[in-house]
């Protein structure tokens, strides 16, 4: 290859390197020209009852209560050192209530406003903006299982609620044509009610009764979808009714019927050490043992006999009417088991005879 031929490939290769760089950096510059200073940022809830101020990071993301009137202040830095376009500007938009924006000297009370017009203006190292809003109704669409094209029904539940700022050009003095960077994080929160967080706490408290006696079910995650979906009222009452048909569910308890399996081996297994004895068919065995072992069955009746009569004592003292019921046949159970003690002690008594 002759060296004229190599010079010229390599001056195509660096235009080319150079032309992707320029586009590289141009690119860069457009997408960084405004930043949000978030450590200087905050917002302030007018509401005396309310936390007064939070910075822009603890604000994001947060839950605010409906009809709230916030008060944002918003620090905004330029990035880039080079002149900006003229034909770049800032579009402030919101879907709070009753907005009031300021930017320098000029107020808005429109949910868009577009600001920094013009190459005075784009002169400013740092700008700072103000918005007073009030927290909107926590209405957001709903999505009904199968009905999924009715789009325009409506629900209570937590509501994305923002504050964005957008830098682009603009097209006809009131709309962006191009967006050019959106500074983000935007300012994002959510509305809610304090009537929505009590109904989640009881939903809440509901279910894990509910669950605590019967496992976690389908049942209790569509409530939960419910309630997340737009229906809180209904999932509220659902979860009341869920609850008390738990209490309806639930097994008898554990302890009740371990209880009751070994009385039934002990009580059958002294009857057999007694029928097999008073037949005869104990002669050369240890009378005294089997006796001993007699009382010693009936003293760990008279000890589950007490066991019983704990559990039987704590249901009757609850409110609820099934297991008051099943206290009053623990009772008669342990009646009946210490009648079966007495009469063991007496059988051992017997076997063991006269001295």
């Known amino acids: 290859m002759s060296m004229k031929r190599l010079f010229c490939i390599s001056l195509v290769v660096l235009a080319c390197t150079s032309l992707f760089l320029s586009i590289g950096i141009g690119i860069a510059s457009a997408q960084d020209v405004l930043r949000i200073d978030g450590d200087s940022s905050y917002v302030r809830n007018l509401e005396p009852a309310r936390v007064s101020k939070l910075n822009y990071a603890e604000f994001l993301n947060s839950d605010q209560f409906e009809g709230d009137r916030l008060e944002f202040t918003i620090y905004v830095n330029k990035v880039v050192k080079a002149p900006i376009l003229d034909e770049y500007v800032l579009k402030l938009e919101t879907n709070m209530e009753n907005p009031v924006w300021k930017f320098g000297d000029e107020i808005s009370h429109s949910a868009e406003w577009i600001v920094w017009k013009g190459r005075e203006e784009h002169g400013y190292e740092r700008m700072t903006i103000l918005l007073t809003g009030d927290v909107p109704k926590p209405i957001i669409p709903v999505e009904e299982p199968g009905f999924e094209a009715y789009k325009e029904t409506k629900g209570i539940g937590k509501r994305e609620v923002y504050v964005k700022l957008t830098v682009g050009t603009m097209k006809d003095g009131a709309t962006l044509e191009t967006i050019i960077q959106p500074l983000e994080p935007s300012m994002k929160f959510f509305s ?164």
């Open 192 to 355: 809610t009610s304090e009537g929505i967080q009590a109904t989640k706490s009881e939903i809440e408290k509901n279910l894990e009764e509910a669950r605590g006696k019967i496992g976690p079910t389908g049942l209790e995650e569509d409530i939960k979808k419910l309630y997340e979906g737009g229906h809180p009222g209904w999932a509220s009452q659902l979860s009341e009714h869920y609850k008390e048909l738990s209490v309806m569910a639930e097994p008898p308890p554990l302890t009740m019927y371990v209880i009751l399996s070994v009385l039934l081996g002990l009580i059958l297994g002294a009857a057999f050490i007694y029928v097999y004895v008073s037949r005869g068919a104990g002669k050369g065995v240890d009378v005294d043992q089997i006796s001993t072992e007699l009382n010693d069955t009936s003293g760990r009746l008279e000890e589950k006999s007490s066991a019983i009569n704990a559990l039987s004592t704590r249901f009757a003292r609850s409110e609820d009417d099934e297991k008051r019921s099943v206290a009053r046949e623990l009772i008669k159970i342990r009646a009946s088991l210490n009648e079966i003690s007495n009469e063991m002690r007496t059988i051992a008594d017997k076997i063991k005879g006269p001295r």
